[in-house]
């Protein structure tokens, strides 16, 4: 029977050769659209998971409860170890603190890096690398002592001869410990750098000295613990309060803050944390949005088999009939029928991979997509069972209704035929419907994605990006000597102004809780943005002052100390409105000053709000920070060019080697 079966299919082929080529070739483009976004889907949906023991790790977030509540990846310095010492259900924990821009000197290479961390020596026993040189339980127990990416180690050292050098930093020298391979993409926390952690004592003299204040509440870095095997999440809400109890009931109830800490397993941090002051994220709809696209795609392409095997209709009626008077059953009919179509599925298939393969070799994919899953990964036993699996599906879903409709198919009654006809025609117009609503919609939203990127390019982000420049100036003893180096800077025709802010322009990350005077004079607690600066910050970015006055030669002069009856701050306009203040000039924000209201402009991305922003003058007191904070210590020069670009350039790059003789010029 399934010879006689294939021998009338192979007939049917010979028959009509465009209608084979048709239908294969559009079967194979839909199968190959849905194999490009699963390997995009199986890559991204990777995330964290080559991690052995992934399962059990989880991030810490705290959820901070003023009159908003609002949830940060990021928890204090001492949470972890203390965890370690007070829970026994934690298993062992590791804590990242960002350090940021930070510039690495050898004999003969200079070169910044962005993704740089300080982390717990046990770092390598909860996050297993694929380890090239270095034993990972040694390699960040002394201060100095840094682990490396592999391609960090390449841009410095031959191949193999990174281990025991020393590089110069910003901060200090630092030796090469491990060298480890270069994360996957998948990876949520990316670091070319990981730095040793300052020694303990000095952390621990500054929680018993801060510990009195707000400081216990501030938000440090990224914490992940160890839980036992089967440890449900929710049962962490306990440990939460006892700790809150324990070490932040004083300063919660000092500074009217509420804190409750939750977990987040590893592999859901990517794409389903809800956490602010994070690393970038991905976007589940456009997972999703993605996912429906191929499969409409795929709709399509089985509506088009459909139609063309409909549009045959009246040669496969008689076909039909025969075999019928010829005793065939409605079974037997529905079984060569479907079976063609699961046929011309499988013949697809392998042209599908093909299209598939070609498209990875000429196609940017990586610049369309992102990263995308190679197709020599699912050419394996199961994945290629999936894959067949999926093909069977598309053969029958393309072969069902047109199999129906032959199997109904009478001998007798030639009305029934009139009416079936009659009924295939409305389906086929149906999905012929479907099909331009579908190639209108494609084109439609990429002319409106064409427009939405314009419009991103155009909107205004309430200042100038236009001939600045900017420079990272890294470590306090360097930050100390910035003041001279604006003043310098100021004296020449080819700078136009000069300023720097401790947060990069357009980036600023740092949140804070402040007390502020309400309208009636009572104080309210909000988080606010807070930057921090010194020179001609306004004028340098272009940035409006809508009321007030901005910070003046003889406001940075002045000495801050706790108490000053003279500190000044300056606001935006979404602080004005969320305070609701009918004359912010005189406010007070803890025991500042609001002198000046500056209009709002972007620094959190363009798909939030303009968050309420306190810019203060920077009047760094190094003897109130960490030495984790130390190192981190970071400030942004901002130069405005005036007319040639180059002659700015030199003048800059002249003061700078006279200011820093010890720092190659980057900007």
Not at 72 to 81: C, K, L, N, Q, W
């Amino acid at each position: 029977m399934i010879r006689n079966y294939f021998l009338a299919f192979i007939r049917n082929l010979k028959r009509d050769l465009s209608f084979v080529a048709i239908n294969i070739g559009g079967l194979a483009l839909g199968m190959a659209c849905c194999v490009i976004m699963g390997l995009y889907l199986i890559h991204e949906l990777g995330y964290d998971r080559h991690y052995a023991g992934h399962e059990n790790i989880y991030r810490v977030v705290g959820a901070r409860e003023i009159e908003d509540s609002s949830v940060s990846a990021r928890v204090h310095y001492t949470f972890g170890p203390n965890l370690i010492r007070d829970f026994n259900e934690v298993k062992t924990q590791v804590s990242f603190t960002p350090v940021g821009y930070s510039m690495y000197h050898s004999a003969d290479v200079s070169l910044s890096w962005d993704n740089v961390y300080t982390a717990d020596a046990n770092v390598f026993d909860v996050f297993r690398h694929a380890i090239i040189a270095g034993d990972p339980a040694a390699a960040l127990l002394r201060p100095g002592t840094i682990a490396v990416s592999e391609s960090f180690a390449n841009a410095y050292f031959a191949e193999g001869q990174a281990l025991g050098k020393v590089l110069r930093g910003t901060d200090g020298d630092y030796e090469v410990t491990l060298v480890f391979a270069n994360q996957p993409d998948t990876t949520h926390l990316k670091y070319d750098v990981l730095q040793a952690k300052p020694p303990a004592a000095a952390d621990e003299v500054y929680a018993i000295d801060m510990g009195k204040g707000e400081a216990v509440l501030t938000d440090t870095g990224y914490t992940y613990v160890v839980m036992p095997e089967g440890y449900e999440s929710d049962a962490f809400d306990s440990i939460s309060k006892r700790y809150f109890e324990r070490y932040l009931s004083v300063a919660s109830d000092r500074s009217d803050i509420s804190i409750r800490y939750y977990l987040e397993p590893l592999r859901d941090v990517h794409y389903f944390s809800h956490a602010e002051n994070d690393l970038p994220q991905g976007s589940l709809f456009s997972l999703l949005l993605y996912g429906a696209l191929a499969l409409i795609v795929l709709l399509v392409a089985c509506a088009n088999y459909i139609n063309l095997a409909t549009a045959r209709f009246p040669l496969r009626r008689k076909e039909a009939s025969v075999r019928k008077i010829m005793g065939a059953s409605k079974r037997a009919i529905v079984t060569q029928f479907l079976g063609e179509s699961v046929f011309f599925a499988l013949l697809a298939f392998p042209l599908a991979l093909l299209i598939v393969a070609l498209m990875q070799e000429h196609l940017p994919l990586h610049e369309l997509l992102g990263s995308v899953l190679p197709l020599a990964a699912l050419l394996t036993p199961p994945w290629l069972g999936v894959m067949l699996a999926f093909a069977l599906v598309v053969g029958v879903l393309s072969g069902l209704y047109p199999a129906y409709c032959l199997m109904r198919v009478s001998v007798i009654n030639t009305r029934s035929e009139t009416t079936s006809g009659s009924q295939t025609k409305n389906v086929r117009e149906s999905l012929i419907l479907l099909q331009l609503v579908v190639s209108i919609s494609v084109i439609a939203c990429t002319l409106l994605m064409y427009r939405q990127m314009h419009f991103l390019e155009e909107i205004p982000r309430g200042f100038d990006s236009a001939n600045r420049i900017v420079v990272p100036v890294k470590g306090p003893a360097y930050i100390d000597r910035m003041g001279v180096l604006l003043t310098e800077l100021g004296q020449y025709s080819a700078v136009a102004s000069v300023a720097y802010s401790e947060g990069m322009p357009g980036h600023v990350t740092k949140e804070v809780s402040n007390s502020l005077e309400s309208e009636v004079g009572r104080a309210r607690r909000l988080m606010t943005a807070r930057e921090r600066i010194q020179g001609d910050y306004l004028q340098t970015l272009g940035i409006e002052l809508t009321a007030g006055r901005a910070f003046s030669a003889e406001d940075y002069a002045v000495v801050d100390y706790d108490g000053s009856p003279d500190r000044k701050v300056l606001v935006n306009e979404s602080l004005v409105r969320a305070m609701d203040w009918r004359e912010p000039l005189g406010k007070k924000i803890g025991t500042y000053f609001v002198i000046g209201v500056v209009g709002d402009f972007r620094f959190q991305g363009l798909d939030k709000p303009v968050m309420p922003l306190v810019i203060q003058m920077d009047k760094p007191r190094w003897d109130r920070n960490t030495p984790d904070e130390l190192a981190a210590q970071i400030r942004y020069l901002i130069v405005n060019l005036n007319g040639d670009t180059q002659a700015a350039l030199d003048v800059l790059r002249t003061v700078w080697t006279r200011i820093y003789p010890e720092l190659p010029f980057s900007f």
